[in-house]
Structures are given as structure tokens and as C-alpha cells.
């Protein structure tokens, strides 16, 4: 696996498979890696032939009280579970490469940017929108492979893609889960045990829901009651069921809906979501 830390040689890497034939598959991540990033790499290693991974702990979808300084960084680790996958590249920027003095143009998605993560992280969105849209730039790829876990994260940049017609696949891969059925998460380090056994809550609640909606339920008032009151031992930043494309709240679940919660546990923020698949019509 190749380390490049400029833009400059990623292109060029990037270029050379590009000109013998090869599809190029992107992971963008920000690293303190786990089996839910490596299964996004290993769908990437199935489908493209030259995989580019990305470390980069954005600032710029950090708020100024969030835990920028905080966010766990494990390099080392990460450069070794990405070898161990066949990554062909790694590009691991510093912040001045991707954001060099004088730089101040920013990318916004309206409306579906300011849902949900968007409305409790003012520019949230804006960080993440911007920074996808320079590393889908940067590499070029045919396909760019990003979690489930972060539903409306997906939402945001499949809407940024399909408005500022970028030639590339959007490939959501499913959310990875512990065994008692916690999101795995680069932040689910920083909880300790007590946090950790609380942390449950948010799958549980969604699991719930899903039972219910299975049991023939499909009021989404009383869905969302339902969703909410399971939510104990943990301070809730919202608990909504959507839909999926555009964040906004449904009526009704028959056309499908994303059922999307966000909760600190002690100081850490967590998120979960599950996909309610729209019935067919009769």
C-alpha cells in the first residue's frame, strides 16, 4: 500500500489506473478504522480494481464546542488494517493540503443539509459536503463507498451528486454492528463501561420500532412514540422517522422511511438509523 499525502500524487496515481482501464473505488474516512470501515473497503476491493482509501479528520464539519481535538486518531493501526485489505493507496493529507490559506469556497445542499444533524450541527454539512466534494475530485472515482450508519450523511451527498451532476456511483454499504447490536463507531471508543452498556438503547429503540412496524404498524405519530419512550439513560438530540431521500418527516411508512436517532451518552454523541423499505403497490 502506498502513504500519499498530497493532491498532487494522488492524481497522478490515480490518472496512470485510470489510463490502463482500471475502476477506481473511493473510502473516505477519518481514520481510528473499525469492521465497519473495512467493510466498505472490502466492497470496494469486490467491485473496483484500484481502491483508494482516505485519512482525514475534516475540521470543518466540527463545531467549535465538538470534539475535533477529542476525535480518536490511530494511525499506525489504521495503515496496517488497510494494507492487510489490499488498499492499493492511502492518502492521509495534512489540514493545510486540504485547506490552504486563502481558501474560502464551501459547498452547501439546502434543504436536506439543514435536517436532522444539519439542524443540531449548524455547518455540519457544509464541512462534509465541501470535503467530499474535494476528495471526489481529487481521486476521480468510479464508485465512492460510504455506511449506512450515517443515513443522513448519505442523504446529503447522494443529493450533492445528483445536483452537481458528478460522474460517480454512490455505493451504500449496510451499517456493522457490535453483538448486543451498538453501530460500530470510531467515537465508541471514548465510552466507558458504564456508557458503553447505556449506548444499546439507541438499536434497541430502532429494533423496537422495526418489530412494530412488522406487526403491521404504521402510524407515525405512534411510531414515534414508540421510538422516543425507548430512549432512557441517554440525552436524546432528536429521534424522527423520515424520508430517506430528503430528511423531511413522513406521515407514513408505506412509502418507506429512515428511522434516525442522535444521542450523547456521558460526553459522546452517537447515531443509528434504520431503512423502513417502502411495500409494494398492490
Given at each position: 500500500?502506498?502513504i ?11 490518472k496512470a ?14 481514520g ?13 476491493r ?5 481502491v483508494v ?8 464539519q466540527?463545531?467549535?464546542s ?18 492487510r ?8 493529507p ?13 459547498v ?10 444539519g ?13 467530499v466534494?474535494?476528495?471526489?475530485h ?22 450533492m ?26 467515537r ?17 429503540a430502532?429494533?423496537r ?25 441517554v ?9 430517506p431521500?430528503?430528511l423531511?418527516?413522513?406521515e ?8 434516525a436517532?442522535a ?16 411495500e409494494?403497490?398492490?
Amino acid at each position: 500500500m502506498e502513504i500519499l499525502r498530497t493532491i498532487e500524487d494522488v492524481r497522478r496515481v490515480c490518472k496512470a489506473a485510470r489510463r490502463v482501464g482500471r475502476t477506481v473505488g473511493l473510502t473516505p474516512t477519518m481514520g481510528a478504522l473499525h469492521e465497519g470501515h473495512l467493510a466498505l473497503v472490502r466492497a470496494a476491493r469486490e467491485s473496483c480494481d484500484f481502491v483508494v482509501a482516505t485519512i482525514f479528520v475534516n475540521p470543518t464539519q466540527f463545531g467549535p464546542s465538538e470534539d475535533f481535538a477529542a476525535y480518536p486518531r490511530t494511525f499506525e493501526a489504521d495503515c496496517e488494517m488497510l494494507a492487510r485489505e489490499g488498499v492499493d493507496v492511502l492518502f492521509a493529507p495534512a489540514r493545510e493540503e486540504m485547506y490552504p490559506a486563502g481558501a474560502g469556497t464551501w459547498v452547501d445542499v439546502p434543504g436536506v443539509g439543514g435536517r436532522l444533524d444539519g439542524a443540531s450541527r449548524p455547518g455540519h454539512f457544509r464541512g462534509v459536503a465541501t470535503v467530499v466534494t474535494k476528495l471526489l475530485h481529487i481521486v476521480g472515482p468510479d464508485k465512492a463507498f460510504f455506511g449506512q450508519k450515517d443515513g443522513a450523511q448519505v442523504a446529503v451527498i447522494q443529493a450533492m451528486v445528483r445536483d452537481l451532476n458528478f460522474d460517480v456511483e454512490i455505493v451504500v454499504c449496510p451499517t456493522v454492528r457490535e453483538r448486543d447490536g451498538l453501530a460500530m463507531s470510531s467515537r465508541n471508543r471514548n465510552l466507558n463501561a458504564d456508557e458503553r452498556e447505556r449506548a444499546v438503547v439507541l438499536s434497541g429503540a430502532l429494533g423496537r420500532v422495526e418489530r412494530a412496524v412488522e406487526a403491521g404498524l404504521r402510524d407515525v405519530g405512534v411510531l414515534r412514540e414508540i421510538l422516543r419512550d425507548e430512549m432512557h439513560g441517554v440525552r436524546v438530540d432528536y429521534a424522527e422517522i423520515v424520508d430517506p431521500r430528503s430528511l423531511e418527516v413522513v406521515e407514513d411508512v408505506r412509502g418507506g422511511a429512515l428511522v434516525a436517532v442522535a444521542a450523547w451518552v456521558g460526553e459522546t454523541r452517537l447515531i443509528d438509523n434504520v431503512v423502513i423499505a417502502a411495500e409494494a403497490s398492490r
